[in-house]
T-cell receptor, first 121, second 117 residues
Framework: AQKVTQAQTEISVVEKEDVTLDCVYE???????LFWYKQPPSGELVFLIR??????QNEISGRYSWNFQKSTSSFNFTITASQVVDSAVYFC??????????????????FGQGTILTVHP | ETGVTQTPRHLVMGMTNKKSLKCEQH?????MYWYKQSAKKPLELMFV???????ENNSVPSRFSPECPNSSHLFLHLHTLQPEDSALYLC????????????????FGPGTRLTVL
């Protein structure tokens, strides 16, 4: 069965520090997708990135960067020069094709427990 | 309205009440989902719909009854809930429901914070 582990329950940093959120996953599939979502206090999960299992290139988007290491089954997320607005819960998720009882396939997301990031001014 | 909207944002109900949660997506997607987020637990998938057809019921108790009248709207009808059902209920949508070897990104609404007394 697929599993996502975010070992860091809570992280606290001071503004302008860099911070890395860890994500380790388990899957038996060769084709899968990895995601990161941000959940601010308002509750909505905000999509940040989607990466398929065949694309191991690291990605940078502004202050955000992601490091996908298939060899260690990790998909870590780094925020550079953190800001107070980055304070939120961050979720890593893994998606695989899943078949229901009738044999219909769909993409099923499995989420990690989330990491609470607090950035202090 | 843009993205995925949910109403109400907050709901308090007694165990004998009947209420409904509403989700609407303005993204032209064909798949919709209900998730439950309880304190200290990972998000749990409850139901999956593709073009108004239910694709998955993830062993959800019958006191939760979903309805998808069209690909833009999704409801969750609640009756005789228990206090342990108190949680944040999130709706999501994606372009397609996915298949072997492919998964679309799911976009989430702001959630309904449900408290059962």
């Amino acid at each position: 069965a697929q599993k996502v582990t975010q070992a860091q329950t809570e992280i606290s940093v001071v503004e302008k520090e860099d911070v890395t959120l860890d994500c380790v996953y388990e899957t038996r599939d060769t084709t899968y997708y990895l995601f990161w979502y941000k959940q601010p206090p308002s509750g909505e999960l905000v999509f940040l990135i989607r990466r398929n299992s065949f694309d191991e290139q690291n990605e940078i988007s502004g202050r955000y960067s992601w490091n996908f290491q298939k060899s260690t089954s990790s998909f870590n997320f780094t925020i550079t020069a953190s800001q107070v607005v980055d304070s939120a819960v961050y979720f890593c998720a893994l998606s695989e094709a899943f078949a229901n009882a009738g044999g219909t396939s769909y993409g099923k997301l499995t989420f990690g427990q989330g990491t609470i990031l607090t950035v202090h001014p | 309205e843009t993205g995925v909207t949910q109403t109400p944002r907050h709901l308090v109900m007694g165990m004998t009440n009947k209420k409904s949660l509403k989700c609407e997506q303005h993204l032209g997607h064909n798949a919709m989902y209900w998730y439950k987020q309880s304190a200290k637990k990972p998000l749990e998938l409850m139901f999956v719909y593709s073009l108004e057809e239910r694709v998955e019921n993830n062993s959800v108790p019958s006191r939760f009854s979903p309805e998808c009248p069209n690909s833009s709207h999704l409801f969750l009808h609640l009756h005789t809930l228990q206090p342990e059902d108190s949680a944040l209920y999130l709706c999501a949508s994606s372009q397609e429901v996915g298949a072997s070897g492919y998964t679309d990104t799911q976009y989430f609404g702001p959630g309904t914070r449900l408290t059962v007394l």
